[in-house]
């Protein structure tokens, strides 16, 4: 089974960077989208940016400008850098990435990183 093993997380002062990085181990027939969500003390789970194995990037409106998604599908690895960092970025972010698990029938599966914690102090 394909896990996803986050790291990269950690303390950053309001206006510094960290990058975020997730790669898939494991046997894989391939891997479609991959991305990046994350989830606050006493909110959703929401989702901050995703690309397609083609490469397309979308972001979530309060993230744009300032982190970057990208992927190396050599390595199965998806990354996250994020800059300019506020406050409200604090949460604990999940990598997630849509996995073909079955040659045939085709079969897809979502699935996600354990998760690693972005404290961004003002």
């Known amino acids: 089974q394909v896990q996803l093993v986050e790291s990269g997380g950690g303390l950053v002062q309001a206006g510094g960077s960290l990058r975020l990085s997730c790669a898939a181990s494991?046997?894989?027939?391939?891997?479609?989208?991959m991305g990046w969500y994350r989830q606050a003390p006493g909110k959703q789970r929401e989702l901050v940016a995703t690309?397609?194995?083609?490469?397309?990037?979308n972001y979530v409106d309060s993230v744009e400008g300032r982190f970057t998604i990208s992927r190396d599908n050599a390595k199965n690895t998806v990354y996250l850098q994020m800059n300019s960092l506020r406050p409200e970025d604090t949460a604990v972010y999940f990598c997630?990435?849509?996995?073909?698990?079955?040659?045939?029938?085709?079969?897809?599966?979502?699935?996600w990183g354990q998760g690693t914690q972005v404290t961004v102090s003002s």
């Open positions: 997630y990435a849509n996995i073909q698990e079955r040659l045939w029938p085709p079969k897809w599966v979502d699935q």
């Open positions: 494991g046997s894989t027939f391939g891997i479609n989208a």
């Open positions: 690309i397609s194995s083609g490469g397309i990037t």
